[in-house]
């Protein structure tokens, strides 16, 4: 059963904009915390952005932060990504996660399949 499906990712310029969306299955998205984390070949996965349950929490990397915006829809079970600004250095697979807690990719109970984010120079 899929629990979370994540789409939007394509290839994009140095400088361009790009939102990526999730949306859940079942009571996922009763998930205390969800977000996005990020993996680029040969590299480890990254921590990204999380969201709250009720959107207020937001927390962000240093390398994204003021840059993207994450926002969820619980009654649409979904989760969006917002990305600004884009660089080579940002050309990842974005994974959806949920049930976790911390920054840490060892701590997500539930991952999605990912979408490929790639921005050229």
């Known amino acids: 059963q899929v629990q979370l499906e994540e789409s939007g990712g394509r290839t994009v310029q140095t400088g361009d904009s790009l939102r990526l969306s999730c949306v859940g299955s079942?009571?996922?998205?009763?998930?205390?915390?969800m977000g996005w984390f990020r993996q680029a070949p040969g590299k480890e996965r990254e921590f990204v952005a999380a969201?709250?349950?009720?959107?207020?929490?937001?927390y962000y990397s240093d390398s994204v932060k003021g840059r993207f915006a994450i926002f969820r829809d619980n009654a649409k079970n979904t989760l969006a990504l917002h990305m600004e600004r884009l660089t080579p250095d940002d050309t990842a697979l974005y994974i959806c996660?949920?049930?976790?807690?911390?920054?840490?990719?060892?701590?997500?109970?539930?991952w999605g399949q990912g979408t490929q984010v790639t921005v050229s120079s």
């Open positions: 969201v709250s349950r009720d959107g207020i929490g937001l």
């Open positions: 996660a949920a049930d976790f807690e911390g920054r840490s990719s060892k701590n997500v109970k539930i």
């Open positions: 079942g009571d996922i998205f009763k998930s205390i915390y």
